[in-house]
Nanobody, 118 residues
Framework: QVQLVESGGGLVQAGGSLRLSCAAS????????IAWYRQAPEKQREFLGS???????NYADSVKGRFTFSRDNAKNTVYLQIDSLKTEDTAVYYC????????????WGQGTQVTVSS
């Protein structure tokens, strides 16, 4: 089993930046990629993109240019850097682990709340 814990959210003014973390534990060797999602109030969960074990990234069109994924394999942690924050970035941010075959390896966690004020 794999456990992921998101952190780093907070209240930020529009135009600012945040770096979110997603720390993995358990059978981390089984993780092929970690994807980021967010869910804004009264909206469906939105896929943001992913980063693979070897660092390849894939971004949803809606976040290209402002969102950056990175990883620290020694810490079993991936990061989501969000720049030029907008009020519409307000959401709970989640991460999810996937195996080589594309299967999910963890349940949805608590996420981390990002609130952007104008």
């Amino acid at each position: 089993q794999v456990q992921l814990v998101e952190s780093g959210g907070g209240l930020v003014q529009a135009g600012g930046s945040l770096r979110l973390s997603c720390a993995a534990s358990g059978n981390t060797f089984s993780i092929n990629a970690i994807a980021w999602y967010r869910q804004a109030p009264e909206k469906q969960r939105e896929f943001l993109g992913s980063i693979s074990k070897d660092g390849r990234t894939n971004y949803a069109d809606s976040v290209k240019g402002r969102f950056t994924f990175s990883r620290d394999n020694a810490k079993n942690t991936v990061y989501l850097q969000i720049d030029s924050l907008k009020t519409e970035d307000t959401a709970v941010y989640y991460c999810k682990a996937f195996s080589v075959g594309g299967g999910t390896l963890n349940s949805w966690g608590q996420g981390t709340q990002v609130t952007v004020s104008s």
